[in-house]
């Protein structure tokens, strides 16, 4: 079974660009969850999907990011415009159930982005 | 709040000997996960073992064992018989539900460097 997807795996974007990132989960799970970790710093919740719907945005740093997940499948996470603090490496991570933490929570590899 | 501190940024240990990393946690939920993942310099997330709260043993996979002492609040990671491989860095996490949503807190993490 494929894992989880994301491209790009490198992004280098000038201050007040835009940029958009996605995600794709394994397949058949409704859980897809955004995670990121600014240079130096613990790796940090950002939303939770079940399926097209957030059911929590609460690591969302301010509204310069959007998350999508139209359809239930892929997500995209756009940063717009992005700020020299947007620097960090985004994961995405999905899993089956939100109680079955232990066989389903899987990691893409991650995009380290960059902002110049 | 959760919380996880892991208080060793960098540990060296050498080849073939077991080498132990130290997390432990904060919270006040009853029911919870903890993880521990690994992060080569590739940069993928790669899941190494789990422990659930409730579990009276402790989980061991493979070269690995979770150390689990619940009334500590602790869960540190043995790593028996280190190879060169091992070298990367580690993250301990805890995996929160709350009903139909799930987060994981991550620590700093340890960079793990095994030598000849």
């Known amino acids: 079974e494929a894992g989880v997807t994301q491209f790009p795996s490198h992004s280098v974007i000038e201050k007040g660009q835009t940029v958009t990132l996605r995600c794709d989960p394994i397949s058949g799970h409704d859980n897809l969850y955004w995670y990121r970790r600014v240079m130096g710093k613990e790796i940090k919740f950002l939303l939770h999907?079940?399926?097209?719907?957030?059911?929590?945005e609460s690591g969302m740093p301010n509204n310069r990011f959007l998350a999508e997940r139209t359809g239930g499948t892929y997500s995209t996470l756009k940063v717009q415009p992005a700020e020299l603090e947007d620097s960090g490496v985004y994961f995405c991570a999905s899993s089956q159930g939100a109680r079955n933490g232990f066989s389903g929570y899987t990691f893409g590899s991650g995009t380290r982005l960059t902002v110049v | 709040a959760q919380k996880i501190t892991q208080t060793q940024p960098g540990m060296f240990v050498q080849e073939k000997e077991a080498v132990t990393l130290d997390c432990t946690y904060d919270t006040s939920d009853q029911s919870y996960g903890l993880f521990w993942y690994k992060q080569p310099s590739s940069g993928e997330m790669i899941f190494l073992i789990y422990q659930g709260s409730y579990d009276e043993q402790n989980a061991t996979e493979g070269r690995y064992s979770l150390n689990f002492q619940k009334a500590r609040k602790s869960a540190n990671l043995v790593i028996s018989a280190s190879q060169l491989g091992d070298s990367a860095m580690y993250f301990c996490a805890m995996l929160r539900n709350t009903g139909t949503a799930s987060k994981l807190t991550f620590g700093t993490g340890t960079r793990l460097q095994v030598t000849l």
């Open positions: 999907f079940v399926k097209e719907s957030k059911q929590d």
